[in-house]
């Protein structure tokens, strides 16, 4: 279900505490995240195997099992043996300890989904967002939506643990805002502590390349690889890095925003106020506006929302060769980037995704013939890339997070989930 992030995530919040030294409170704790851990590699397992796999006693397993049974968040599944042996029992996490709330706030729409802890999709709803909204009026339109999804969950008896939102520009988690939004130019947007007393669960802020890396790191095809760039290509356009098993954040969260970095002397301001960021090359903005100088016929909007797109999509299908050369053209501009960031953070695994990456999947080979090309050939063989048409990524690196802390933290023995990051 999710790869082993608990417990590096644990030491390391440790080693960088203040307090160095090991209490019984902190081994009692290493041993419930190892038990859930475990579960959570493995699925279902026995009270000896988990005693022959973490090195413990059987009566310190038994005791863990008790508080995580009264605090559901495991269950006992009973399964008969082979033979005319007795019944054996088996533990497993129990999908339906609690709810969790995924949101992504982009500029034309917001998304919102209600599953289980199993992951297991309750409700979920996207929204349209009108063009000329702010972020008060965004915020609002998304807390609505969100008071909905707790509503539902209530009904169904499930308490929330957690809610994660995703946006794109440079989110301070700590601080639980949106900093500064480059294309939105949205600042200081602040969202966890009003969110906090309003709903009265956890909140966790996320960039949303971050949670897009996240996602492919827990789930998927590329999961659990330790070296991986998820590049996450919309209007906007950053990256969420992984090295050595650890998501890069940067000192104040910010890494990623690579959209930002000069690309080309093409004297086009960005919404940064720079001129030639590489996002004025192959973000959704630039895109429509090539597909528009190349006489393609799209509909009229304007360039910042997605209307477009599918049209495109459904072009690039039937081979038009005006939107081809096109794509193609942005699809060397994108290997040519990547280069720089494989060279960078030499990974094994390079995901492109976001909203453009269904529309970039057509022109795959180019980007990697491009990207290839600019590697550094010993750097070069090892590269799997992967353009993504999946939108799922964010919303699961969402649950991920929202997942992460209770495992961080996990509600048992009267000790609340309320977390701080
Ligand atoms: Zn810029």
């Not at 209600?114 to 008060?136: F, H, K, M």
């Not at 060769?321 to 060279?343: D, N, W």
Request: aromatic fraction near 6%; proline fraction near 3%; include cysteine.
């Amino acid at each position: 279900m999710f790869s082993d992030f608990s417990i590096k995530k644990y030491f390391l919040v440790k080693e960088n505490a203040v307090k160095q030294r090991y209490d019984q409170s902190d081994i009692r704790r290493l041993n419930v995240i190892s038990v859930l851990n475990q579960l959570r590699l493995n699925g279902a397992m026995s009270r000896a195997n988990l005693s022959v796999r973490l090195g413990l006693t059987r009566a310190t397993i038994s005791n863990i099992v008790t508080d995580l049974m009264q605090a559901s968040l495991i269950s006992e599944t009973v399964y008969a043996e082979g033979g005319a042996g007795r019944p054996g029992i088996l533990l497993n996490l129990n999908p339906d300890a609690g709810c969790m709330i995924a949101v992504e706030i982009d500029l034309d729409r917001i998304w919102v989904v209600l599953t289980n802890v199993g992951q297991g999709c309750i409700w979920r709803e996207d929204v349209s967002l009108p063009l000329e909204y702010g972020a008060d009026e965004s915020l609002e339109l998304a807390a609505g939506r969100v008071a909905r999804a707790l509503e539902i969950g209530a009904l169904r008896g499930l308490s929330c643990f957690g809610i994660c939102v995703a946006w794109s520009g440079l989110v301070d988690g700590i601080g639980g805002q949106l900093a500064y939004g480059p294309i939105s130019g949205w600042e200081q947007v602040a969202l966890k502590r009003d969110w906090e007393l309003r709903f009265e669960v956890p909140v966790h802020v996320e960039n949303e390349a971050h949670a897009g890396a996240i996602g492919a790191y827990h789930f998927g095809l590329n999961r659990g690889v330790d070296n991986l760039i998820y590049l996450s290509l919309g209007v906007g356009l950053a990256a969420g890095v992984f090295v050595n098993g650890a998501l890069m954040r940067g000192d104040q969260g910010y890494a990623g925003q690579v959209g930002h970095t000069f690309f080309a002397a093409n004297q086009i301001t960005c919404g940064c106020g720079k001129e030639g960021c590489w996002v004025t090359e192959i973000g959704a903005t630039a895109i429509h506006r090539k597909l528009l100088a190349a006489n393609v016929i799209l509909p009229v909007e304007a360039s910042v929302g997605f209307d477009w797109l599918e049209c495109v999509h459904e072009q690039a299908l039937v081979h038009d060769a005006k939107v081809l050369q096109v794509l193609k053209a942005v699809g060397r501009q994108l290997g040519e980037g990547l280069a720089r960031l494989v060279q960078t953070f030499n990974p094994s695994v390079v995901i492109v995704g976001g909203r453009l990456g269904k529309l970039m999947q057509r022109v795959e080979p180019t980007i990697k013939e491009a990207l290839l090309a600019e590697v550094l050939p010993c750097m070069a063989e090892r590269i799997d890339l992967r353009v993504s048409d999946s939108d799922e990524d964010q919303r699961m690196g969402c649950l991920a997070t929202v997942y992460d802390a209770i495992m961080q933290n996990p509600p048992i023995g009267g000790e609340t989930h309320r977390s701080d990051s």
